[in-house]
């Protein structure tokens, strides 16, 4: 169970419709026609209510003298331009005969004119997250506001997630080559730039660059490669503005400002490099199979004018340039990446790049493991320390198979299989066979797959600790991949029990068993309806001593979800990042624990990224699969952090049996009490602790005391006034807190929920009211007593925040809201909108009795289509996971959902390239003439 938010959203083709130049849907008859006579119109809207008025338009055709009409209905009219009101319901063919002396053309369009009685609307609100700011002036002609130059810089909150478009290339329509923000940054904090194509590009290859710059208008720092996503890095505390600037072509984008995570290691102006060189590689020296010869790498001067090496390619500007202030050795430094750009670009070099300047010391960066915020929730790093997983441990992954190519995933895997028994429905052509690979279900709006198991595989043992990527629960442990789930997602009950059966070493349908039986099994699938022969499997395999752990269900319902509702199942509910329960998880009595599944509507953190769990994934938008890490959310996150912790307890103890772990769990030795002390209905028996858990499984649970933080720094950012902290006794009872002290007068700790010795939830509040504008920092130390032996201890929460005028304006863009077919993704409907502070409200009207999934994005390039890369989009309930809207004899409300810019990250073990276009268009915003005004109700030809 998964909802799911990957790194890219992939761009749409464009069918033009309605307005201005005609229709791509209209059909011409040529009759007796010459070549300077053509027939075409346009018609103001497609479908209404009776009565129902058109205006069709045949401006658009040429070489015309006269123009008559026949409406379909026995009308008629003349004129270029006409009115027509249909008083009864019908689909009615509209002829338009364009005529020149003897000659004529013929154009013709179809409309509907609807029984208000017989159709209804879908409305409700959709939210933007509060980081998200949409640039103001984009392609789209409702976004028209300039921020081109220091004077119109955006003001940018902290962080922040940017979607843009710019454009340096006067044939995809009016230039704007630069956009420009201002945002109060602090010291070490990153600002992240990825560049998008899309389909509707001709030239391809935009290239993007980025430029920053403090509040004098002086140059800081610039990334100038030929890499989609580019990064900076600021090294003091302070106000800048960030230019984006369109180096070639056009481009949709997303900046991300404020957060710790670098997403590429660019070619930068703060690089230390010999101005002036660069080293190659030429083309015609690379080692064949049929020849071996020494690599021609060497160095090159840079010509003493830079403009006779710019002038060679179409794709790089000159630092003249250059905006702002800039010293001597700064442009130098910049006319040498400039440079190095256009050699990359000349075609000539296999590589070029700067004359880097090394040192003697190497210092790894791994730093998307900071990003997984929920490691820390469950304390991974302290048993990290204990254990780190043993390679005779093996838990089975029984999903939608695994990426068994995955960089990240290399080494972890055992042999497994491919479980689907019927070839419709398996994906990959056949039925069960031995080859367990995800072969991708292209189920994502943007024709993408989830890589459902990849992703909960990553969490549960993810190479750790190889400066790759993200790291597992678990590294050290092996993952047997089973592949169960094909078409939509779904999978039998028959085929998951014959998975079953192969994991524990039972016979199966497949012939053979495994070299070694699975320890524990991972299930993030479910349904509502049990099974008893599935609850005899699961008896079977706890009399085996397997631990079997299933994802609770995400319908924020108290019906049970089946496997983890059965007797010897682990049933896992999900938390968010403030270890609160997640919005769509499942509850009831047959929860037994919590863990991390991620939240996207929050950005608690301020990471510049929304609150899901982080893992490995793939991309097949493009057609081939790129490997990269992504967020998710759902009770499919959570299961598997249980999984993982439950494969160190038997790691450091190989006799652990599931009788055991049972009893350690409901004594709380596994768990930090949450909700209502002891066993609740919403977190089970509590959330996962891996410290405690280690220590539990090797009996040495009150072995050491620690105050133990849910995060050991709270970010409030610009806009945030109360933040949640956890405070857990690591002894198991042992300490007692005496006090909190918070460092600063404006900073301000109170009980939440806490137990008698002082550990539970606090609230965090800070007040601006007195303070200037500025970035503050401050502190809180937790002071505490070992009642066993008197000593002292105390731990400290680091605190920063940002004083600011801007106003909060939460902004996803003008966005455009469909009601699509779900059978061939038809827009039956839609309407605009734009922001007011983050909330959408919208109707979408004239829909007849069915079954709609509700879409929503923006269109900042203006093809026509929304969700392409670089747009917002979303979709209700989520867009990994669209649900059907159903209308029958009344309208639908409450349809409420929310929009965000992509939410996924691309790091080493993706190429850092930009995506193709490839995908299918799903989403076509069916504009006519007469759609101007926000949140009214536009319709479409059928």
């Known amino acids: 169970m998964i909802r799911l938010l990957i790194i890219i959203i992939t761009s749409l083709s464009l069918i033009s419709c309605g307005g201005g130049g005609g229709s791509s849907n209209s059909s011409s008859t040529p009759s007796i026609t010459s070549e300077e006579l053509s027939a075409s119109f346009s018609v103001s809207s497609y479908r209404g209510t009776v009565p129902f008025t058109v205006t069709v338009d045949a401006s658009s055709s040429t070489g015309a003298t006269s123009y008559s009409w026949t409406f379909g209905d026995g009308t008629t009219g003349l004129g270029a331009r006409v009115s027509k009101t249909y008083t009864e319901p019908g689909k009615y063919t509209i002829r338009l005969v364009a005529s020149k002396a003897s000659n004529i053309d013929i154009s013709t369009e179809q409309v509907t004119a609807l029984d208000p009685s017989l159709v209804h609307s879908i409305s409700g609100t959709i939210s933007a997250p509060q980081t998200s700011v949409a640039d103001s002036d984009t392609a789209d002609p409702n976004m028209n506001t300039s921020n081109n130059n220091f004077a119109t810089a955006q003001l940018l909150p902290t962080p922040t997630n940017v979607g843009g478009y710019v454009n340096a290339d006067s044939n995809v329509g009016s230039t704007d080559i630069s956009d420009f923000y201002r945002i109060e940054l602090s010291a070490n904090e990153t600002i992240n730039l990825t560049t998008y194509e899309y389909q509707n590009n001709e030239n391809q290859n935009p290239d993007l660059d980025l430029y920053l710059y403090d509040e004098n208008e002086n140059g800081v720092d610039s990334a100038l490669g030929n890499e989609a996503s580019e990064s900076l890095t600021v090294t003091q505390s302070g106000t800048y503005y960030i230019e984006v600037r369109a180096a070639s072509n ?533 002071d505490a007593t070992n009642t066993e032996d008197m000593t002292s201890l105390q731990e400290t929460l680091n605190v920063s925040m940002q004083v600011t005028t801007t106003p909060n304006t939460a902004d996803a863009g003008y966005i455009y809201i469909l009601a699509i077919n779900p059978e061939n993704d038809e827009t039956l409907g839609f309407t605009e909108a734009s922001s007011d502070n983050g909330v959408y409200s919208y109707t979408i009207e004239n829909l007849e009795p069915g079954e709609y999934h509700v879409i929503a994005g923006s269109d900042f390039n203006a093809d026509n289509f929304i969700c392409d890369q670089g747009d917002s989009c979303g979709a209700y309930p989520t867009l990994g996971q669209k649900s059907m809207v159903s209308i029958d004899s009344s309208d639908r409300a409450g349809i409420d959902f929310t929009v965000s810019f992509e939410n996924s990250i691309s790091a080493s073990a993706s190429s850092n390239t930009r995506d193709s276009d490839a995908a299918t268009p799903l989403f076509h915003i069916p504009r006519n003439i007469n759609t101007t005004t926000v949140s009214t109700p536009s319709v479409v030809k059928q």
């Open 250 to 782: 056009s481009a949709n984008y997303l900046l991300k400002a404020g957060g710790s995570t670098a997403s590429q290691v660019s070619k930068t102006l703060s690089s230390e490099f010999v101005p002036g060189e660069a080293l190659y590689r030429n083309k015609k020296n690379v080692v064949t199979a049929s020849s071996v010869s020494i690599p021609d790498i060497g160095t090159l001067k840079m010509p003493s004018t830079f403009g006779e090496v710019s002038a060679s390619s179409n794709n790089t500007q000159h630092p003249n340039t250059l905006t702002g202030n800039w010293t001597t050795e700064q442009k130098i430094k910049i006319d040498t990446l400039l440079w190095i750009k256009a050699l990359n670009n000349s075609g000539n070099y296999q590589y070029a790049e700067p004359n880097y300047y090394r040192k003697a010391f190497f210092t790894p960066n791994d730093e998307l493991f900071n990003a997984q915020w929920h490691y820390n929730n469950i304390k991974l790093e302290e048993a990290l320390d204990l254990e780190t997983g043993s390679n005779s441990v093996i838990v089975a992954v029984i999903d939608t198979g695994v990426l068994l190519d995955h960089p990240d995933l290399q080494g972890q895997l055992v042999s497994g299989y491919d479980f689907i028994s019927d070839p419709a429905f398996s994906l990959d052509g056949n039925g069960i066979d031995n080859d367990p690979n995800d072969p991708g279900d292209k189920s994502n709006p943007d024709n993408s797959s989830n890589f459902h198991g990849t992703h909960v595989a990553g969490t549960i043992a993810a190479a750790t600790n190889n400066a790759t990527g993200v790291a597992g629960v678990a590294g050290g442990v092996r993952i047997m991949p089973l592949r169960v789930l094909g078409r939509n997602g779904a999978g039998t009950s028959a085929d998951i029990i014959q998975s079953l059966r192969y994991a524990a070493g039972l016979s199966n349908n497949s012939g053979t068993t495994p070299a070694q039986p699975a320890n524990i099994i991972n299930l993030s699938l479910g349904s509502p309806s049990s099974s008893l022969a599935e609850q005899e499997i699961y008896d079977t395999l706890a009399a085996m001593d397997i631990l079997v752990v299933a994802a609770a269900g995400n319908d924020n319902t108290s019906t049970p979800d089946y496997p983890a509702a059965y007797n010897n199942v682990i049933s896992v509910s999900a938390t968010t990042i403030n270890n609160q329960k997640a919005p769509y998880s499942n509850f009831g009595s047959t929860v037994d624990i919590a863990a991390p599944g991620g939240d996207f509507t929050s950005d608690l953190n301020r990471d510049g990224y929304p609150d899901g769990v982080l893992s490995t994934i793939g991309d097949d938008s493009s057609g081939g699969i790129q490997y990269r890490y992504g967020y998710s959310e759902g009770t499919s996150m959570a299961s598997p952090h249980v999984a993982g912790v439950a494969a160190l307890m038997k790691s450091a103890n190989s006799n652990l049996t599931v009788a055991q772990f049972n009893t350690l769990l409901q004594s709380g030795d596994l768990t930090d009490d949450l909700g209502t002390p002891g066993k609740d209905d919403v977190f089970g028996y509590g959330l996962i602790n891996a410290r405690k858990a280690m220590l539990a499984a090797t009996g040495a649970l009150n072995a050491s005391a620690n105050i133990v933080l849910s995060s050991n720094s709270l970010n409030f950012g610009s806009f945030s006034d109360n933040l949640n902290i956890t405070v857990t006794d690591s002894s198991g009872g042992d300490l007692t807190i005496n006090s909190t002290i918070p460092s600063e007068s404006w900073l301000n700790i109170t009980e939440d929920t806490i137990d008698g010795k002082g550990f539970g939830s606090y609230q965090v509040s800070i007040d601006r009211n007195s303070l200037a504008d500025g970035l503050y920092n401050a502190s809180i130390v937790f």
